[in-house]
């Protein structure tokens, strides 16, 4: 059961935010490529503690803006901006207690995804939260199917 659960939260989950993306053009929605890291974690190991919502929400959040800082702010050395931008969220998630490790790629994809991600500037971290938010409500439904209360461990 547990493993159809999380089959069906991932695919939910993916599938809402790839639906928004269609549907609501004008709201410059993406799907970031660690929101299928993100899934793996929220449905495939909902009680480790990277995947509660804090860590979830919070390591979106400060590498979306980290990586956008990088891409913005640091000289045009793109080897230069991929690595500060990997290590500084890794270091800024620690700081916040929010680690969540597909952040990593999120602050990453802000440097090196191309001219559709280039062009949101700070906008990046508007589909990022958007995506995240998406995946926790499903998160919340499904991951309670199998075990009622069981996600999230904590909220804080």
Not at 146 to 152: D, K, N, R, T, V
Request: charged share 10%; proline share 6%; aromatic share 8%.
């Amino acid at each position: 059961m547990q493993i159809l659960v999380a089959w069906l939260g991932a695919f939910a989950g993916i599938a809402l935010i790839g639906a928004a993306v269609d549907l609501l053009p004008k709201l410059n929605l993406l799907i970031v490529g660690s929101f299928g890291a993100s899934a793996v974690l929220l449905y495939g190991a909902p009680r480790a503690p990277l995947s509660q919502p804090r860590n979830l929400i919070g390591g979106h959040m400060v590498s979306a803006l980290v990586g956008v800082a990088c891409y913005r702010y640091l000289p045009d050395v793109s080897v230069l901006q991929e690595a500060a931008a990997v290590a500084t969220a890794i270091a800024l998630m620690m700081a916040t207690r929010t680690i969540h490790p597909p952040g990593g790629a999120t602050a990453l994809i802000a440097v090196i995804g191309g001219e559709q991600v280039h062009a949101l500037g700070w906008g990046y971290v508007f589909p990022v939260l958007i995506g995240a938010l998406v995946m926790l409500v499903v998160a919340l439904v499904s991951n309670n199917l199998y075990e009622a209360g069981s996600y999230p461990d904590r909220w804080d």
